[in-house]
């Protein structure tokens, strides 16, 4: 029997509020943009440091054009990134926001999540693409921002925790590393976690890889510019197949779940582990649930994940594509799977989980 189908109801008021939400992210978007922009101008930069200053002040401080200048500070100010004075015709960077987009040293510091964020973006008609097909689109393929914007975005969070909180949540692991321990950081990309390790405990020995040669020649020349070239190795190498044995520490940080066979990966860590050794898996903060990630951490992340993580996956063998929302329970699976027979969450923030596994 035909049914007639009820037009269904619109809410004239949600309508309108959802269209005025949309003003809101495209103005959002394009600050994406404009926020590296201004990062790669020193036009953050200039203000934090002269304090107000007129369109055509700061375009003759930073050796830029004045009418693109005022047309960026208009749009910063509009987004309350900076303040403008009618008055004096000047622009001012607050003090948080100066702190957040020029201090790289504060865990605060911003840019490089916009960066990512830019260079997600950009390769997104690629992604479109892959969507139709289900084909995977890897981490080598992306252009240079993700690169430089993952490492930049991450290492004020590894700065703020890793030596004062991770690594302290890890059974005896300390203690290992002041003494003299071998260190495997996988998945390292351009090296910031390594590096870090490396300059606090001079005892011990680093090698960090990755399967992008691109990375791994930028954590090389990051290592040698950081003085601790003697005793940090870097390798181009696949998860499944990172050179060397007997390994007190292996650790992840932010890699696991872009990786197509993360139990390939798993039972390999399993193999190259001294028995007492201990494997340290930081990944993004998720519930299990989808419920659980419906806040702005989980919508970021989930973006990513669709436009970098997934895809990442997608293009290795197995392609299990995780997800970076993939959550504890999905980890402990594959962790426990690969013949590990302890696996406990460490510790935490709003931004990260962190998993040790034990033989
Ligand atoms: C989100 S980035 C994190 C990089 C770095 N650990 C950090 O925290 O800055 C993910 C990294 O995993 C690497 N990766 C992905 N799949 C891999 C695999 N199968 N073997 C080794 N590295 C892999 C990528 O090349 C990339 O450098």
């Not at 020029?102 to 865990?107: A, L, Q, R, V």
């Not at 991450?154 to 890890?170: K, T």
């Not at 090389?220 to 510019?225: I, L």
């Amino acid at each position: 029997m035909a049914t007639i189908e009820e037009p269904v109801a619109i809410d004239l008021k949600k309508l309108e509020a959802f269209v005025f939400r949309a003003v809101d992210e495209v103005g959002a978007t394009l600050n994406t943009a404009l926020v590296v922009m201004g990062d790669k101008l020193g036009l953050y930069r200039a203000l934090t440091e002269a304090g107000a200053l007129t369109p055509a002040e700061l375009a003759e401080r930073t050796g830029t054009a004045e009418r693109y200048v005022r047309e960026w500070l208009n749009a910063q100010a509009a987004g309350g990134y900076v303040e403008y004075d009618p008055e004096s015709g000047r622009y001012t960077l607050p003090p948080e926001q100066a702190l957040a987009l020029t201090d790289s040293e504060s865990p605060a510091y911003l840019p490089g999540f916009f960066q990512i964020a830019l260079g997600s973006v950009n390769d997104s008609p690629r992604i479109t693409e892959a969507a139709r097909t289900g084909d995977g689109f890897g981490w080598h393929e992306h252009v240079h921002d993700v690169f430089e914007g993952c490492e930049r975005f991450f290492r004020p969070g590894y700065n703020a925790n890793l030596l004062p909180a991770w690594l302290p949540a890890l059974d005896g692991v300390v203690e290992k590393l002041e003494r003299g321990a071998l260190v495997a950081d996988v998945g390292c990309g351009h090296g910031s976690s390594t590096i870090l390790m490396a300059k606090a405990f001079p005892n011990s020995s680093f090698v960090g890889s990755d399967y992008h040669d691109g990375s791994i020649e930028t954590a090389r020349a990051r290592a040698q510019e950081a003085g601790v070239a003697d005793r940090v190795r870097f390798e181009i190498a696949p998860a499944a197949a990172y050179p060397g044995e007997g390994y007190d520490l292996v650790t992840m940080f932010d890699c696991l779940h872009d990786m197509g066979d993360p139990a390939g990966a798993a039972r390999h860590v399993r193999e190259t582990l001294a028995p007492d050794g201990t494997w340290m898996i930081v990944e993004p903060a998720a519930g299990d649930r989808v419920e659980d990630n419906l806040n702005p951490v989980g919508r970021a992340y989930y973006g990513f994940s669709t436009l970098l993580c997934t895809p990442a996956s997608l293009s290795q063998e197995v392609g299990l594509a995780l997800g970076a929302q993939a959550g504890e329970a999905r980890i402990r699976d594959v962790v426990v799977g690969s013949g590990f027979s302890r696996f406990r969450r460490a510790a935490e923030t709003p931004f990260n989980l962190v998993f040790e596994a034990r033989p």
